[in-house]
């Protein structure tokens, strides 16, 4: 989905690292987990459907030196540990139960979203996009300074297995068009991917939307902003 959901939004080439490549769609390359090279990638997206995999994990985040989206099974595989990211180039997407994990725990309230997302976001230096209602995107210390944006897209619909993942895959997706705006290109997938639910649950039904219906309504979220 992660790989998919890049493509859609408009990386040209994607490769799936993974165990089984025959249930990869056509369109994405693959590569398998004993075997993973970063070399000619520009955009590393680690954790959806990884597993228990964290001397992987850790030895991707050493040796990259491209932007890096980090969610599911690569969050936990740095929870716990005094993780550091390179500011912008590094991009955690939990929810607040990965948020707890991270901060070690064990619940994150509604109330301390804002001041948690802020603190995380420049004591770890990276770009943090704390999902939610009202998703919050916590940008780290430096040039741009220490700001969150508040995303108004979304909708309950989207509270459904998958979804998640979409996201890393259009924010890794975004990123690799737009390396030098980084943060744009992550409040510009946060914002769409919102859009998209909100759109497939006005034809769907928040009870029927299910993660791979976001990429179908994609296209039209974008044409109402370009």
């Known amino acids: 989905m992660a790989g998919l959901a890049a493509l859609r939004a408009g990386a040209g080439l994607v490769t799936v690292a993974c165990s089984d490549s025959l249930r990869l769609a056509p369109e994405l390359m693959s590569e398998s987990l004993d075997n993973v090279s970063l070399e000619r990638m520009t955009v590393l997206a680690i ?19 491209i932007p890096t989206v980090i969610d599911a099974d690569g969050l936990n595989a740095i929870a716990g ?40 976001a420049k004591e770890r230096n990276v770009c943090l996009v704390l999902k939610g209602y009202r998703t919050l995107i916590a940008l780290p ?43 744009m290109a992550v409040r510009a997938a946060v914002w769409l991917h919102g859009r998209a639910g909100q759109l497939g649950a006005e034809d769907l039904t928040e009870q029927c939307l299910i993660a791979t219906d976001l990429l179908n309504y994609l296209p039209k979220a974008i044409r109402e902003i370009v």
């Open 81 to 120: 540990t005094d993780f550091r990211g390179r500011g912008l180039q590094t991009v955690l997407t939990p929810h607040p139960g990965e948020m707890a994990r991270l901060l070690g725990v064990d619940r994150v309230s509604e109330s301390d979203r804002l001041t948690v997302a802020r603190t995380f």
């Open 141 to 183: 210390d430096g040039n741009i300074g220490s700001n969150v944006w508040i995303n108004t897209t979304g909708s309950p619909a989207m509270a459904t297995g998958g979804t998640g993942d979409i996201l890393t895959g259009m924010i890794a997706g975004l990123i690799a068009q737009f390396p030098n705006e980084i943060d």
């Open 47 to 65: 954790g959806p459907g990884l597993g228990d995999h964290r001397l992987l994990v850790q030895k991707l985040l050493k040796d990259a030196s």
